[in-house]
C-alpha cells in the first residue's frame, strides 16, 4: 500500500507557494489545510502554459478545492503528467469534480494511488469512475471512503473490476451499498484475481450481502483481506477463506524461495545508448525515464549506467531497483505461476466432475442449495503453520508482491548503458558492448543536414560496430534535435530517410523500422519529449521478442546474484569466491557457473572478461566502478579535464599528470593517486590483459611507467583518411579490413602488445608512437612500422632478414585480439608486397615467394599460439612468442 511516508514532503503554506513548487519541479508537495484560492497572476499562468510535469506526489487534502479546483487540477495534468500519488480527500469536490477526474483517469498512465474520501461524489461519479477502470491499466490503489456511493453506483464499480485485475487495493467504507450492492460487488470479487484487500466497512450490508461476498471468496484465491466492520449482517464466514488464500499464497512463495531449481523468465534486458558526442545521447536516457530536459547537462565520461523497470509504453519506465530482492521476485513470478495453474486444474476437474455428475442424477434433478454446495466443498483450509518459513531475517513477504507479480509478467527490466561518444572510450567497447541487449543509436537530425557525408559516415561505423560485437542485436535508430529543424520538418525528414535507405540499403537487417511514420529512424524532441513515446514502444516491443528476454531462469541464480550484490562496499571477488556463494546457493556444477556468470555479464549485471585465464579469474560485482576508475585515465583530456587540485600539486604529480595528456604516459605513482590503494594491483592487471595499457619498459625509469595508446592524440587538421603507400619504403604487408570494419581500438591493442612485446627482447630500442604511425623494435636493429590508413593496417619493414618473424608476431597478435576480444568476428584481407607488387597472402605463401617465405622456412606464420589457446594470458602469450621466434 501507499504510504505517506514514501516520499520526502515539501510542504507548502499556501496555494501561490504550492503552485510555484510545481513549476520549478518538487518531486513531493504538501499543501492542506488552506483556502486554494489563488491571485490573478497565477491564474493566468494556470490557463495558459503550465502544466504539471514534474511532480510524482501531489498530497491536497483538507483544502477547498470544490468541483471547479478539480477540473482545473484535471486541466494542468498534461499528457507528459509523471503523477503517481494523488490526495484529494475532503475537497467538497462532488459529482462533476469527480467526473472530470476519472475522465482523465481513461488516458492516464502513471498514476497508481487516488484518494478521493469525504468528497460526495455520489452514484453518477461512481458510475464514471467504473467506465474508467474498465480502460485503465496503472491505478493500483483508490480509496472512495465516505462518498455517498449507493447501490447503482456500487454495481457500476463492481462491473469495472469483472475485467480490471489491476485494482489491487480498493475503499469504498462508510458509503451506502446495502445488499443489493454488496451482492453486485459479490459477482465481481468471484472473478477479480487482482484485489488483494478491500473495505465494505459501514455500508449497512445485512446477511443477505455478506452472505453473498462470502460465497464469493470460495472461489476467488487471490484477495487476503476483507474488512467489513460495522454493518448489521455477520462476516465471519469469510475467515477461513481469507486465511486460506493467505496461507496457500505464502506457502507457495516460500516454497518456491526454498525449492531454488524452480525456473520463471527473468525479463531483463540491456540497453546501449550509443552514437557520437553531443548527439543527445543523456537526454534521450531522461526522455525514456520521463526525466525533464536539462541543457546544462555535461558529457557523460565513460559510461553512465542505469537500472529502470517498464510499466506502460508512455512515461512508465521508472528509474531504480525494486525494494524486493531478485530472489522473491522470481520467487512471486514462480508462485503465481503455480497458483494460476492450480486454479485452472481445479476449475477443470470442477467442471468435469460436475457434469459426470449431472449426467448421473440428471432422472433425480437434484437441486443443491448454495450452503450445500459450500458444506460439500473439496477445498482443504490449510494450517498456517504448514506455511514454509523463511530464514530469520533474510526474506520479507507481502501479499503484493504476487500481484505485483502477475500485474507485471509481461514487464521488463533494464539496464541502461549511456555511452560517452568521445573517440577516446571506443577503445573500451571490446570491454562493454554484449550481445543480450538493444541499441540505441543517436544522432542529430540538425547534423546531418548539415553534413549529410560526415553523418552517414558516423552511423555506418556505429551500425558495423554492432554487427561485429553483437550481431544478432535489434538496433534503434533516433534523430534527435527535432525541434530545431524549423519550417517545412516533415519534409526534412522525408529527405533525411531517402538519404538512410540509398546509403544503407539492406545491409543493416538488425535495424528496427518506424512503423508509425514509416522511416527508418524515430524523429525526438528531448525538450518536450515529442516522440518519446513511439521510441519506448519500439524498445519495449522488440525486446519483448528477445531469446534471452523469455528464458527460464532458475531461482538459484536469483539467490546467488543477491549474495554477491549484498555488500555496498564490495566492488570485485575471485572467481573462486564466486563458485563458493554459488555452491552456497545450490548452483554446484562448474559449468552452470559460467554460464550463469555469462548470462549475468551479457545482461550488463556484472562484468566478466573471459578472453584469458587472468580475466576469468576475476567477477566484478558493481560494472559503474570499474568504468569510473578505467575513464580516471582513459578520457578526453580537452573535455574532461584532470582538476589540480592542491594534492597534485603537493605531491608533485603536475607533470605525471601532462606526461599522461601529451605522450600517453602514466606514471605509478600517478595511478596510485587516481585509484583507491587496495584496487590498484587488480586495475593495472585488468587493463593489462585487455590492452588498454602496457608495460613501458624502455628507459631507466621504465620500471614506473604505462603506456595508454588511445590517448595518443591526433594532431591538429590531420584527418582519419588514406595512405600514400607508394612514399612508404620498405617492404609492405597490407591487412585489409574494407570487407567488415577495423573497429577503433584494434590498432592501439596491437601497438600495446607490439610495445610490451619488445620490452621484453634484449636491447629493444624506445619505440616512436604518433597517432596512427609507430615505429618498434623486435631487437637491438630490428625495426617495424606500423600504420592505421582508412580500413587498413600497413606494416612496412626495411630488414628483409626479419619479414618473416614480423609477419608472423603481427598475425599471431591479430588472431589473438580478434579470438579473444571479438569472438572471431573480424575480417580481413591479407596482401603482401613482392617486387613492387601486392599479392594474395595465399598467393605468396603458395609459391614461396621471398623474402616473405623461403624453401627451408625458419619462421612459419602459422605457428600461432592464439589457435592453440585463446585464453591464454599476456605472459604466456609472449614466452610463446619468444620460444618461437628468432629474433636477429
Same mark, same amino acid.
Given at each position: ?25 518538487v ?29 510524482r ?99 457500476a ?5 469483472? #475485467? ?9 467504507g ?44 470460495? #472461489? ?54 550509443i ?24 558529457s ?29 521476485e ?8 503455480k ?99 538493444v ?40 534523430g ?108 554446484i ?30 567477477? #566484478? ?33 603536475? #607533470?605525471?599528470?601532462?606526461?599522461l ?48 595508446p ?39 591493442r ?13 636491447g ?29 593496417i600497413i606494416?612496412v ?41 601486392c ?43 619468444k ?6
Amino acid at each position: 500500500m501507499a504510504n505517506y511516508s514514501d516520499f520526502k514532503w515539501e510542504v507548502a503554506k499556501t496555494a501561490e507557494q504550492c503552485i510555484q513548487m510545481l513549476d520549478i519541479g518538487v518531486l513531493a508537495v504538501e499543501c492542506d489545510g488552506v483556502v486554494f484560492s489563488v491571485s490573478e497572476e497565477i491564474k493566468q499562468k494556470l490557463d495558459s502554459s503550465f502544466f504539471l510535469d514534474k511532480c510524482r506526489a501531489l498530497y491536497l487534502n483538507d483544502n477547498k478545492l470544490g468541483s471547479t479546483g478539480a477540473l482545473q487540477l484535471v486541466k494542468i495534468l498534461s499528457p507528459r503528467s509523471m503523477l503517481t500519488y494523488l490526495y484529494l480527500g475532503n475537497n467538497s469536490i462532488g459529482r462533476i469534480g469527480a467526473e472530470g477526474i476519472a475522465e482523465y483517469l481513461k488516458s492516464d498512465s502513471t498514476m497508481t494511488y487516488l484518494y478521493l474520501g469525504e468528497n460526495s461524489i455520489g452514484d453518477m461519479a461512481a458510475n464514471a469512475f467504473g467506465e474508467a477502470l474498465k480502460v485503465n491499466s496503472t491505478l493500483t490503489e483508490l480509496n472512495l471512503w465516505d462518498n455517498t456511493v449507493g447501490e447503482i453506483g456500487a454495481s457500476a464499480l463492481a462491473n469495472s473490476l469483472k #475485467t480490471n485485475n489491476t485494482l489491487h487495493h480498493f475503499d469504498i467504507g462508510k458509503n451506502r451499498l446495502g445488499d443489493n450492492g454488496a451482492v453486485a460487488y459479490a459477482k465481481a470479487l468471484a472473478v477479480n484475481t487482482g484485489l488483494i484487500c478491500t473495505n465494505i466497512s459501514s455500508n449497512d450490508i445485512g446477511t443477505k450481502g455478506l452472505a453473498a461476498i462470502t460465497e464469493a471468496l470460495r #472461489t476467488n484465491t487471490t484477495i487476503t483481506a476483507v474488512h467489513s466492520l460495522n454493518n448489521p449482517g455477520n462476516g465471519d464466514g469469510m475467515k477461513k477463506y481469507l486465511k486460506r488464500n493467505a496461507v496457500s499464497q505464502k506457502q507457495a512463495f516460500f516454497s518456491a524461495l526454498k525449492q531454488t531449481d524452480q525456473k520463471a523468465p527473468w525479463r531483463n534486458a540491456k540497453l546501449m545508448i550509443i552514437g557520437n558526442g553531443k548527439a543527445g545521447k543523456t537526454a534521450t536516457v531522461r526522455s525514456l525515464l520521463g526525466k525533464p530536459f536539462n541543457s546544462n547537462w555535461e558529457s557523460t565520461v565513460g559510461v553512465e549506467l542505469t537500472r529502470t523497470k517498464t510499466k506502460t509504453y508512455r512515461t512508465g519506465w521508472t528509474e531504480g531497483l525494486d525494494r524486493a530482492s531478485n530472489a522473491e521476485e522470481m520467487a512471486a513470478r514462480v508462485a503465481v505461476t503455480k497458483l494460476c495453474n492450480e486454479e485452472r486444474s481445479e476449475n477443470c476437474s470442477t467442471e468435469k466432475s460436475g457434469n459426470e455428475k449431472s449426467k448421473a442424477q440428471q432422472s433425480k434433478k437434484l437441486k443443491m442449495s448454495p450452503r450445500s454446495q459450500v458444506e460439500k466443498s473439496t477445498f482443504v483450509i490449510p494450517d498456517i503453520k504448514d506455511a514454509l518459513d523463511p530464514e530469520p531475517g533474510i526474506h520479507q513477504y507481502t501479499e503484493t508482491l504476487l500481484v505485483q507479480a502477475k500485474k507485471e509478467r509481461k514487464c521488463l527490466k533494464f539496464s541502461i548503458w549511456d555511452y560517452g561518444g568521445q573517440d577516446v572510450f571506443y577503445t573500451m567497447h571490446h570491454l562493454f558492448l554484449t550481445q543480450y541487449g538493444v541499441y540505441v543509436l543517436v544522432f542529430s537530425l540538425v547534423d546531418f543536414l548539415n553534413d549529410e557525408a560526415k553523418c552517414l559516415e558516423n552511423l555506418n561505423f556505429w551500425l558495423l560496430s554492432v554487427q561485429i560485437h553483437a550481431p544478432e542485436a535489434p538496433v534503434v535508430i533516433v534523430g534527435t534535435f527535432l525541434d530545431a529543424l524549423g519550417e517545412r520538418t516533415n519534409l526534412k525528414l522525408k529527405t533525411i530517410n531517402n538519404c538512410l535507405c540509398s546509403a544503407m540499403g539492406s545491409r543493416y537487417s538488425q535495424v528496427v523500422h518506424n512503423e508509425k511514420e514509416n522511416l527508418l529512424f524515430f524523429p525526438l524532441n528531448n525538450k518536450n519529449s515529442i516522440g518519446i513515446d513511439n521510441v519506448r514502444v519500439a524498445i519495449e516491443k522488440v525486446t519483448s521478442c528477445q531469446e534471452y528476454v523469455n528464458r527460464l531462469v532458475p531461482i538459484k541464480w536469483m539467490h546467488f546474484l543477491d549474495a554477491i550484490m549484498k555488500d555496498k562496499n564490495c566492488n570485485h571477488i575471485s572467481l573462486e569466491l564466486a563458485k563458493d556463494i554459488a555452491s552456497q546457493n545450490g548452483v554446484i556444477s562448474s559449468d552452470e557457473v559460467d554460464e550463469m556468470l555469462h548470462m549475468f555479464h551479457e545482461l550488463g549485471l556484472i562484468v566478466h572478461l573471459r578472453s584469458t585465464e587472468a580475466l576469468r579469474k576475476v567477477v #566484478t560485482i558493481n560494472p559503474q566502478w570499474l568504468i569510473d576508475e578505467i575513464t580516471k585515465v582513459i578520457r578526453d583530456h580537452s573535455i574532461h579535464k584532470f582538476d589540480f587540485d592542491s594534492e597534485i600539486v603537493e605531491r608533485e604529480l603536475d #607533470t605525471d599528470v601532462n606526461n599522461l595528456i601529451t605522450h600517453g604516459l602514466a606514471t605509478k605513482d600517478l595511478l596510485d593517486y587516481l585509484w583507491p590503494k587496495n584496487h590498484v594491483d587488480y586495475l593495472l592487471d585488468l587493463m593489462r590483459e585487455t590492452l588498454l595499457i602496457s608495460d613501458w619498459s624502455f628507459g631507466k625509469e621504465s620500471k614506473n611507467l604505462y603506456l595508454v595508446p588511445s590517448l595518443k592524440n591526433r594532431p591538429q587538421g590531420q584527418t582519419h583518411g588514406d595512405c600514400d603507400r607508394g612514399s612508404l619504403k620498405g617492404n609492405k604487408c597490407i591487412i585489409d579490413f574494407s570487407v567488415s570494419l577495423l573497429p577503433v581500438g584494434i590498432f592501439q591493442r596491437l601497438v600495446a602488445l607490439l610495445v610490451a612485446y619488445s620490452g621484453r627482447l634484449d636491447g629493444a630500442q624506445e619505440p616512436t608512437l604518433g597517432y596512427r604511425d609507430c615505429r618498434i623494435w623486435l631487437g637491438r636493429e630490428s625495426c617495424l612500422r606500423l600504420l592505421e590508413c582508412k580500413e587498413k593496417i600497413i606494416m612496412v619493414v626495411e630488414d628483409e632478414k626479419i619479414l618473416p618473424n614480423a609477419l608472423s608476431v603481427l598475425l599471431s597478435m591479430l588472431r589473438k585480439l580478434n579470438e579473444g576480444t571479438l569472438k572471431a568476428r573480424l575480417k580481413w584481407k591479407l596482401f603482401l608486397e613482392v617486387d613492387g607488387k601486392c599479392l594474395p597472402y595465399e598467393e605468396a605463401k603458395a609459391n614461396v615467394l621471398k623474402p616473405w617465405f623461403e624453401r627451408e622456412e625458419k619462421y612459419d606464420p602459422e605457428v600461432d599460439l592464439s589457435r592453440k589457446n585463446p585464453k591464454v594470458d599476456l605472459n604466456g602469450f609472449f614466452e610463446f612468442l619468444k620460444a618461437n621466434r628468432a629474433i636477429p
